[in-house]
């Protein structure tokens, strides 16, 4: 929202990242836990007791990899007592030349951009939509050395945001960003790339106040019985898909969604695992099998026991699986009417797999059977019915269940208040001349505990659907997602929401949008699921009863969703962007935002609120780290939520991310934020990770006990490896009493 010159600054509580467009003469101090942006103006006077500080920037062209040589900046940096800090910048001179004159820009139909953000690694491609006629690219300004220390840093997830003037053009403004890595970055308004030519800055003073955090008890403790460190193998390494032992040699993209499997004081996790430490695997196991643990949480988080961990995917019960098969992303759910009964969902992965499995235990997690689900009736490695070297199943195919069609990406698994199973997952379809992409995606559900299923909804895509321009780079549908909760229409109810990204063609992937569907159920059994009509198979889907569509708010730049609801009955979206620069550029500035988007009352709202965002992270676009070197689709992981269920703070939304200091280091920390106004305003965040290492944390997850309120947070973490690739899985337990 633009702030006239002149006008007194406004609560911007309600808007948290408003946009300056104009330099402001005004001095505004403000808190970072009500709102990250303020202005810069320029001050020639001197604070007193001001000390003097060097920080480290590079000017990085798009297209130019490695980036430019930095280059030093001295900054005059005050903070009062109580904690106002003042840092005065001079002004910054530099030359940025077209991009498009580059030696890493290929000018081809579609554009290409090559670059690389790490040292030594050499430059990748990726295409994107047409550039439009005569753009000339740019670049940015990033701190990546000797950033501004830690006591003057800024508390809130979102950076301090700033414009200040051009000293060469006139009425021309820049953004600045000061972040809570103590980061300084330059780029145009709105993030855009800054402009081909000269760049010099006025003399800027920028003002914030740090905010306080909470005094939170944290006690990390392993969860894993030890390291896995299958991602190391590259895919690469096979050239005949069909020798592979594993689709992707990667940590399973999302890892485990914990949203539903933390219920009265019980918490189970679940992760891909290739330890030899873990029972019925082998020393050496480059694929990954699916470990479950079950923990007892007591004292609000103080004390807890590893009860049991358990390999799913190997161990004795049940249909025996695939040995040369990796299985992972998947998730845990606990029967709410039954807290004994448990459903785990996962993915065989391989080029040519098709199917995902589930595991249900009745006794709490004591033992658990294994079932094959989404196959064909016929044999699945057949090329004609699997996905052997990227071949879709051929029509004759036949499901083995019809209730459950032929599919297996993307397995979410959740149970609803009357002790139903639902599963969303894709498959794949191919059209001619548009080639093979993901879709349709399937719901299904079952009555009896997973022993029947029945399809409900089929909700199919076609590069028909989406317009001309962005029709030669669609991929279909990609990641979706699944949530359950309170009807707020009537609270004595439950709904049912899915989500899915409609995918171009990017490294992330690069979305279209994301399609949001959400229906009321009544009770146990079909006839209480509110539609008045049957799935179809042309993909249509269903369109009567309760079933209403949705399309996300800003989320042509976004995916991964996450998704809850409050006890009112509020559907909460998180979701990170993609590629923070649009369809047009690469992620080259590092920094990726995450927000979420609101349905005030279900049902009953015909759209979703606009974004409300929570944190920007330094970490860009398609960036590989050490535990995963060839899979860089998740980077470190996506933003994932949990709403507070219990009588603590009900309705509170929970966040968890991962940042890392700079754009050279590896060295990425989770953290934890909330909301108690539906995403209005955020707390600032906390580091959960008690480790001061350099060592590489990610994929990180969160649930809240609805009974108690307590919180975990867990992530993977390669904090004792030498070499920063074996992985174990970490976690914490936070009382909801000390997050205030």
């Not at 299958?230 to 485990?256: G, I, V």
């Not at 009417?337 to 098709?354: C, E, F, G, M, P």
């Not at 093979?436 to 399809?455: C, I, M, Q």
Request: hydrophobic share 35%; proline share 8%.
């Amino acid at each position: 929202m633009p702030l006239p010159i002149g006008q007194t600054a406004p609560d911007f509580r309600a808007n948290v990242n408003p946009v300056i467009n104009a330099v402001l003469l005004l001095f505004f101090i403000i808190s970072t836990t009500s709102a990250p942006a303020l202005a810069g103006h320029d001050n020639s006077s001197d604070n007193g007791n001001a000390q003097l500080l060097t920080v480290t920037l590079q000017k990085m062209d798009i297209s130019v990899s490695p980036v430019d040589q930095p280059f030093n900046v001295t900054l005059s940096i005050h903070k009062d007592t109580d904690n106002n800090v003042t840092i005065k910048i001079p002004s910054i001179t530099q030359t940025f030349n077209s991009s498009g004159d580059g030696p890493n820009f290929i000018s081809l139909q579609p554009p290409k951009l090559r670059f690389s953000s790490f040292p030594g690694q050499p430059p990748a491609d990726y295409s994107y939509p047409l550039l439009p006629p005569d753009y000339p690219l740019g670049g940015y300004i990033d701190t990546v050395f000797n950033a501004i220390p830690v006591e003057f840093r800024p508390t809130g997830a979102l950076p301090v945001t700033f414009v200040v003037g051009s000293k060469i053009i006139p009425g021309l403004n820049y953004m600045g960003f000061i972040d809570n890595q103590g980061r300084l970055q330059f780029s145009g308004l709105d993030e855009t790339p800054l402009g081909v030519g000269n760049f010099a800055t006025s003399p800027t003073s920028v003002t914030y106040r740090i905010g306080e955090r909470p005094d939170v008890d944290l006690r990390n403790f392993r969860i894993s019985l030890g390291p896995s460190d299958a991602a190391k193998s590259n895919p690469a390494d096979f050239p005949n898909r069909d020798q592979e032992t594993s689709l992707h040699w990667d940590y399973a993209d999302w890892d485990a969604d914990t949203l539903r499997g933390f219920l009265n004081g019980t918490y189970y996790r679940a992760w891909t695992d290739n330890s030899a430490a873990l029972p019925y695997n082998n020393k050496n196991q480059r694929f990954m099998s699916y470990a479950v643990a079950k923990i007892k949480v007591k004292n609000f988080g103080k004390t807890f026991a590893i009860e049991g961990i358990s390999n799913l995917s190997r161990g004795p019960g049940g249909e025996d699986l695939d040995p040369n098969f990796t299985y992972g992303e998947g998730g845990v759910a606990i029967d709410p009417t039954n807290n004994l009964n448990l459903a785990a969902d996962y993915q065989q992965r391989k080029a040519s797999r098709i199917g995902f499995v589930l595991s249900r235990s009745f006794d709490g997690g004591k033992t658990w059977t294994k079932k094959l689900l989404g196959l064909p009736a016929a044999d699945p490695n057949d090329p004609q019915c699997g996905w052997l070297k990227g071949v879709q199943p051929a029509a004759s195919c036949q499901p083995l269940d019809p209730n459950l069609p032929i599919g297996g990406d993307d397995v979410r698994v959740g149970f609803d208040r009357f002790g139903g199973l639902w599963l969303t997952y894709l498959t794949g379809t191919a059209f001619p001349g548009a080639g093979f992409f993901g879709g349709p995606l399937f719901l299904v559900y079952s009555a009896d505990k997973g022993e029947t299923f029945t399809l409900i909804l089929n909700e199919g895509t076609s590069p028909t659907q989406v317009p001309d321009n962005i029709r030669p780079f669609y991929q279909g549908f990609d990641y979706d997602n699944l949530g359950i909760g309170p009807d707020a229409t009537n609270l004595s109810y439950d709904t049912v929401w899915m989500s899915v990204g409609d995918a171009i063609t990017g490294c992330a992937p690069n979305e279209y949008q994301q399609r949001f569907w959400g229906f009321r159920i009544k009770g146990l059994g079909v006839k209480n699921i509110d539609l008045s009509c049957p799935s179809t198979p042309d993909g249509n889907g269903c369109t009567g009863g309760s079933l209403k569509g949705y399309i996300i708010p800003s989320s042509q730049q976004a995916g991964f969703t996450s998704i809850d609801l409050d006890p009112k009955g509020a559907v909460i979206v998180a979701l990170l962007q993609t590629n923070p620069k649009g369809t047009f550029l690469e992620q080259v500035q590092n920094n990726t935002r995450s927000w979420v988007n609101v349905l005030e009352h279900g049902l009953a709202d015909d759209s979703f609120s606009e974004k409300r965002e929570f944190a920007l992270t330094a970490n860009g676009e398609c960036q590989a780290f050490p535990p995963t070197p060839h899979n860089a689709f998740l980077r470190p992981g996506t933003a994932l939520i949990a709403v507070d269920k219990s009588n603590q703070h009900p309705g509170r939304i929970y966040a968890v991310y991962v940042s890392r200091p700079d754009i050279y280091s590896d060295a990425n920390k989770p953290y934890l934020i909330w909301s108690d106004d539906r995403g209005l305003t955020w707390s600032n965040p906390i580091t959960v990770s008690t480790d001061k290492s350099s060592a590489t944390a990610m994929l990180p997850t969160v649930a809240v006990d609805p009974g108690t309120g307590v919180v975990a947070v867990s992530w993977g973490d390669t904090r004792g490896s030498i070499t920063n690739t074996k992985m174990n899985r970490y976690g914490v337990f936070l009382d909801p009493r000390e997050l205030n």
